[in-house]
């Protein structure tokens, strides 16, 4: 096909135009210190050759000495930076969402950000803004912060507000660039396969997969944006004119630099079939606005912006050059942002660990707020130090000792290796110090089926008064590139639950995992469950806390478990279905998901009451509040996340059943009892109507607040908009 049809039909199915709708006012908008940088970009610009413009198009471009244009240094964040023996490494994604506490994820983001500046990295490639929808099979579930908009919104702001810094403190020596990713809707595909197509409507994709970008680029002013790896609705993201300038640099006004996700824009040609030629593939990405090429270990025959391939394009076609000026004039800015021009890279020895005792102490402290209880029958956490005397702690994922090489599998994806890491064992090993008898068996392998450690497992259970089985999965089976066709433990993990209990000891489980998990035998038989997701390198303090009370788990589910891979997608975000007659349901088995979203217990109870509105009845551009009283009802100090749905019960469209629109997190003592207030207004009572545009609509709305998703756990007001 020839190439001017390629574009030519790029062009009618994404709805491009090349102007920039809100160019006028985002000028009007810029601060001095913006128009002094402009000015030096212009300058800049007007002394740099074609080969040197283009060579500032790709990560990691090297410093230009002729003009004196810095280095900028990048590395991947997501939960500490992606370096070895060095840094400090933090719960994972899904573990932070489970906090339900945006400050602790900005000060996590804020010490990453020191420790990049300390090793001469200013941009990383985070946070994922990804919404999981329901597919658990997809392996990057772990990275994001779980299956709702809002959530994904607060934790992806305080993110980048951490990292990047705001207002003065923005892009200064103490913060970096961050990257949102992947914009957008990655992980919708139908097969729960990374990097599938995304095929959906647009109500879709601004009604879920939207807000978190929404928020990132007028709220935190997130300063670099990575499209997905995949095509939308057939246009691949990274040649996707509508999305990328329409959407996000017209509707939301973006003005940072986009980078491309690893190889993308050749992809348009290898993966996408779309142009025949690199060079097509690399003008389809410049006219898209992708202004920086990713391509990880730099081999050149998987670069599209590179003098090789474009500069006999460009000098034939010398209109061309002007997306080439654009792409550079926004990286530089981003440099000049970032002060990398009046500032010399700091001497960095080699093996010098950067991590600070003081963000070791505050990855263990995130990591305690993480953990979730499941199920909890019979009071069988917390485990009383002084009533056992010995203990069995059996399972693939007890313990790992520090790899030689390569990284920790029960980190997470997007993880270096830290200095040192504290397994399950060792935390018990630590916390007990020898006042409680440890009866250590493997048990099996997470990789294979093999039974021949069971003996040994049998063994320690039977001589133990207590089995802590520490289950689940790792960067082996799951993570980027790790998607699967079913969710079960893998290996031979059920086999090995169901013969420690044959032992009658009592049993815990622990499940160290990335993604939920179909732990249909686990919920039915055994009385303690605990989720930790990857807990970062204090996992085993973080957990042997927990076990034995001096941390009352506190975290919440932020993506549903499923009871079977047929019940997928599997998320609280569900339209009405014909309940009330048996329609809308499964023949044989329970609609409902094993553990529902915002779902987790505590050693203690809470008690709600009715939640009280500050005014009964609004006009539609007026606010109002909703409180409620949580009163701890137990007998020790915990924390309760309390969570507010809203659902317009007659709008011009069809809705979702109750979208999470508030939640906070409070720690009670022992019969005390608080307040929670959370503002009712048009960003919460807004409902994107047929004309895709956001409006309050006049009728009645069901305000939901309590301890989950689930119906029973909510107490409701109604909320009249006239």
Known sequence: MPFIVLIMSAFIACKTTDSDVNKVSLESKKSPKDKEIAVKVKSLMSKMTLDEKIAEMTQDAPANERLGIPLMKYSEGLHGLWEDDLVTIYPQAIACGSTWEPELVKKMASQTALEARSLNITHCYSPNLDVITGDPRYGRVEESYGEDPF?????????IQGMQGMGAERFDKNHVLTTAKHFIGYPENRRGINGGFSDMSERRLREIFLPPFEAAVKEAKV???????QDFNGVPCHMNTWLLKDVLRGELGFDGFLVSDNNDVGRLQTMHFIPETRQEAAILGLKAGVDMDLVIQKPLHLYAYHSTVLKDTLQKNPDLVKYIDKATSRILTAKYNLGLFDAKPKPVKENTVISQKAHQEYALEMAKKAIILLKNDNNTLPLDINKIKSLAVIGPNAHENKPKKGTF??????SGVPPYYVSVLDGLKKKLDGKVNINY???????????????AAIAAANKSDAVVLVLGGSRRTGGEGADRSELDLVGAQNELVKAIKETGKPVIVVLINGRPLTINY???NIPSILETWYLGMHSGDAISDALFGDVNPGGKLTVSFPRSVGQLPSTYLERPDFIGSGKG??????????????????YT???????KLAKQIIGANETTTV???VTNTGSRTGDEVVQMYVRDDYASVGRYLKLLKGFKRITLKAGETKKVTFNLGFNELNVLNQQMKKVVEPGTFTISVGTSSLTKDLKTVSLRVK
């Open 441 to 455: 068996a493997k048990g099996c392998n997470l990789l294979n089926d093999s039974k021949k450690d069971f003996p």
């Open 627 to 629: 409180t409620v009283e």
């Open 605 to 611: 109870t809470f008690k709600y009451s009715t939640p």
């Open 409 to 414: 599998t029960l980190l997470g994806g997007y």
């Open 151 to 159: 959530l994904v919104s607060r934790m992806g702001v305080a993110f």
């Open 223 to 229: 300063g670099c944006i990575m499209p997905g790896h």
């Open 522 to 524: 686990i919920a039915e």
């Open 585 to 602: 349901k499964y023949k044989y088995n329970d609609k409902s998901p094993l553990f529902p979203f915002g779902y987790g217990l505590s």
